[in-house]
């Protein structure tokens, strides 16, 4: 039995670390249309600030905002499980279960009047799992779609393309590009306008994942190498791919594995990525512009991510960000204004919270919270970045920092627990004369392992302990 004087003790840090994030980033819960399993699926902020938003049984809405209470109007309806919405050329495009589609108001009434299909050149066996993510907009003018693999019984075998990311032109071609992809429920870019995407822990997908899509890459899940013999495929099946064995050696051994930019380990940051959304609010958001935000649907929360090109490659950092979610995050947008959209449902599935669905935002307050804002990797340690100077005191001791790396195994169970962990000892810090950079040396630094980070004893100049101490970078390439 706890005792009391414990639980009141637990209970009393779990609200001050909630508070801490309140006190920076408050989340409002917007009303919903009265009557409506608000199930939000897809978002998107059109021109004049209204959000588009999309509900997972089949519905197209539009918000406004921009009065003292929320107000919506339904403009469509009869999707097919829509999991995206993008305002593009005038109409809304949305990814249903089997098709791409342009809905057009042709005499502006905010009612849908034309229903098109772009393409629907990828398959369905009528299995619950196959959903279609999507489209996002890359900077070519191209459509990107990403295929949930198929899981379980296949009712049928046409199911072509799954588990690919796909782009579909203005003519509504469809062109396979990349494959190996489980549960990629996230699709964004960075802020030079490349193309990321989340995936979801699982089989073959030892934790959570963010990746870069690019062509002819391979992701890791081998089902959709099925697919590699279609007509189209930018890559040929390899004859083997070695598994059951750990992450660095799976890269070794199968030179055309493309590993995550950043891993985000089980557990310790979320358990299920989804939406990704670059901040590109130009510091309305605070001090973290163009980081992305990932949101997570098991543990109802948004994560940073920081990213760096080392040796031609995407690899980066993330941090805890904001907790406290109602619901399963799963669509982002940004607000004119600068606050963020937040779609929420859990499907029945289950996720931290209070209620299964709904729509809130998040806003910055003005206060800049003490964090660490970057986490670039050095020839022998990490440079951290701060969001406020640093104390000498504590900030240049090596003891408030600890430091640890390990990797996963790349096999077909589901998931993976931490393997090859070791402690790493920081020999030394070195702080910039900025008073916000602290260069670590680091013994024993791994390529292709999580180097997880723990700056507990770190203080401000002010005296204030970091809102979040954690930070877990993934490895791929040692700094030159």
Excluded at 39 to 54: H, Y
Excluded at 189 to 217: I, S
Excluded at 347 to 356: L, P
């Amino acid at each position: 039995m706890v005792k009391p004087f414990i639980l009141v003790f637990l209970l009393l840090g779990a609200t001050l670390a909630f508070a801490g994030e309140e006190s920076f980033y408050p989340i409002e819960t917007l009303a919903s249309p009265q009557g409506v399993s608000f199930e939000v699926s897809g978002l998107d902020t059109l021109p004049d600030g209204r959000v588009a938003i999309t509900l997972r049984k089949g519905e197209l809405w539009l918000l406004d905002d921009s009065g003292e209470t929320p107000t919506y109007k339904r403009v469509a309806e009869a999707l097919h499980e829509p999991l995206g919405v993008l305002w593009h050329n005038h109409s809304y495009y949305v990814a249903q279960r089997g098709e791409l589609s342009r809905l057009i108001d042709c005499d502006g009434d905010d009612v849908i009047d034309e229903y098109r299909t772009i393409t629907e050149d990828w398959g369905l066996t009528g299995n619950y799992h196959e959903y279609a993510y999507g489209p996002k907009l890359d900077l070519n003018g191209n459509l990107w779609i990403t295929l949930n693999q198929t899981i379980g019984k296949k009712i049928e075998k046409d199911n072509r393309w799954r588990g690919w990311g796909v782009t579909v032109d203005e003519h509504g071609n469809l062109t396979p590009e990349c494959c190996g992809m489980r549960s990629p429920c996230g699709l964004g870019t960075n802020a030079t306008g490349e193309m990321f995407f989340t995936d979801q822990q699982g089989n073959w997908v030892p934790a959570g994942t963010l990746h870069q899509l690019k062509r002819g890459a391979f992701y890791g899940h081998t089902d959709s190498l099925e697919h590699c013999d279609r007509e189209g495929s930018p890559m040929k099946k390899p004859e083997k791919v070695e598994a059951n064995i750990p992450i660095p050696e799976a890269k070794e051994k199968n030179p055309f594995l493309s590993l995550p930019a950043v891993w985000f380990p089980y557990r310790k940051a979320g358990m299920s990525a989804t939406d990704i959304a670059c901040d590109t609010t130009g510091g309305a958001f605070g001090p973290f512009q163009d980081q992305m935000l990932v949101g997570d649907f098991t543990e109802a929360k948004i994560h940073r991510v920081f990213l760096e090109r080392v040796r031609g490659e995407y690899q980066g950092a993330c941090f805890p960000f904001r907790s406290g979610f109602q619901s399963a995050v799963v669509r982002m947008t940004w607000g004119k204004d600068g606050c963020l959209y937040v779609g929420e449902t859990n499907r029945g599935w289950n996720s931290i919270g209070t209620a299964s669905y709904g729509l809130q935002k998040v806003s910055w307050n003005g206060e800049t919270p003490f964090e660490i804002k970057e986490m670039r990797t050095k020839p022998n340690g990490f440079l951290l970045t701060f969001t406020q100077p640093l104390d000498p005191a504590s900030a240049g001791n090596p003891e408030s920092y600890r430091m640890s790396s390990y990797t996963y195994e790349y096999h077909p169970q589901y998931g993976s627990d931490e393997i090859d962990t070791n402690q790493l000892k920081v020999l030394s810090v070195e702080l910039k004369p900025d008073r916000r950079s602290a260069l670590l040396e680091v013994e024993g630094l791994r390529r292709y392992y999580v180097h997880e980070l723990h700056a507990e004893g770190v203080r401000s100049e002010g005296g204030e302990p970091l809102l979040h101490p954690e930070a877990y970078y993934t490895l791929n390439n040692l700094s030159p």
